[in-house]
Every structure is written in C-alpha cells, then in structure tokens.
Nanobody, 127 residues
C-alpha cells in the first residue's frame, strides 16, 4: 500500500506562488503515475495535473494550464506542483494521488483511475 503525504499548502494573495510536495512511501515510486486534484468548498473534486512514471508525459486542466507545473523526482519519491499566478478560484484542498501504470508515459486524468490518495493540504488564495 502506497502512502502519500502532501505539504506546502498555505495562504497567499492573488498573484502569488506556492509549491506543493507529495512524498510517497510503501511502494516503488517509479512504477506510479501521479496526479494532483483539488476540491473547493461545496464542489466536487476536480483534476488539476498529472505526470507519467518517467516524467515525460504531463497534462493539465485548462484552468491551470500555463500557471501550474507538475514535476517529480524519482530519487526522492516526491511529486511537486508549482503554482504561480494564483487566483482566488484556486482555493481548495489539494490532494495527491497515485496509480500503478504499465507504460512509462501513460497519464491518468480521472479520479477513479487512482488507487491511493493523500490526506490533502489546504490552499487559500485571497483577492
């Protein structure tokens, strides 16, 4: 069973930046495609970004494209989400998720495709 622990959330003003980290343990990190999702109050969880096992496949939600960057360090068993030009609508709890994939470049964008989830980290962006 893979355990995921997010960190790096906080409160920032619009236009600011934050970097989220997700540390994985209990599995072989390089076997995992990773994803970030978020959930705003009263809303459903939504996809934010995903990265393939080898980091060559990346995909973003339209709402964050050009502002967020997902990356991973397989030597540190960690995936990151660099968030720039933050907007109030980016506010929510951000979750890290993982799933085993056979192919190195496969990405996953749907929450149901992920097997393991972190506890979430709060991001609040004020106007």
């Amino acid at each position: 069973q893979v355990q995921l622990v997010e960190s790096g959330g906080g409160s920032v003003q619009a236009g600011g930046s934050l970097t989220l980290s997700c540390a994985a343990s209990g599995g072989t990190f390089s076997d995992l495609a990773m994803g970030w999702f978020r959930q705003a109050p009263g809303a459903e969880r939504e996809f934010v970004a995903t990265i393939s096992r080898n980091g060559r496949g990346r995909y973003y939600a339209d709402s964050v494209k050009g502002r967020f960057t997902i990356s991973r360090d397989n030597a540190k068993n960690t995936v990151y989400l660099q968030m720039d030009s933050l907007k109030p609508e980016d506010t929510g709890v951000y979750y890290c998720a993982s799933t085993v994939t056979v192919w190195m470049t496969i990405i996953r964008t749907r929450s149901g495709e992920y097997d393991n989830w972190g506890q979430g980290t709060q991001v609040t962006v004020s106007p």
